[in-house]
């Protein structure tokens, strides 16, 4: 697995993530993409329905199935491809197991508006026109 240039920290509230990345995809959080700092893939909202459609997972706290909003920016997509199955010798596709509510947490931290906080990696920059 290939490792990103450290990611600083950063904390903001939930409003400012959701006005920045408004700002940097529009409107339509499936369109969002954070990155992961441990492997330096970029994905989106729905990069992690697709992913969630052909591996579905359950939530095993409430048994719901999971579903994008619950581990975009916050789980590397390998996790849901298939990173963490310990059956393979060794994982090769897209991402990797990292998570940034483990033991590397963030690098970025999210206020939100109860007063917990949650960990997340970064929005992933701009596209390219």
Known sequence: MASTKATPYRKLTQAEL???ARERFGNDPLQWAFLCPSCGD???GQDFNVALAEHPRTNLHTNEP???SDI???ECIGRTLG??????????GRGCDWAAYGLF???WEIALPNGRTVHAFP???APTA
């Open 83 to 92: 990173a963490l199955d310990k059956g393979r010798r060794k994982y090769t």
């Open 18 to 20: 959701i006005a920045e």
């Open 105 to 107: 947490a963030g690098p």
């Open 66 to 68: 999971v579903i994008a």
């Open 123 to 125: 929005l992933a920059p």
């Open 42 to 44: 970029v994905a989106t």
């Open 72 to 74: 975009v920016g916050q």
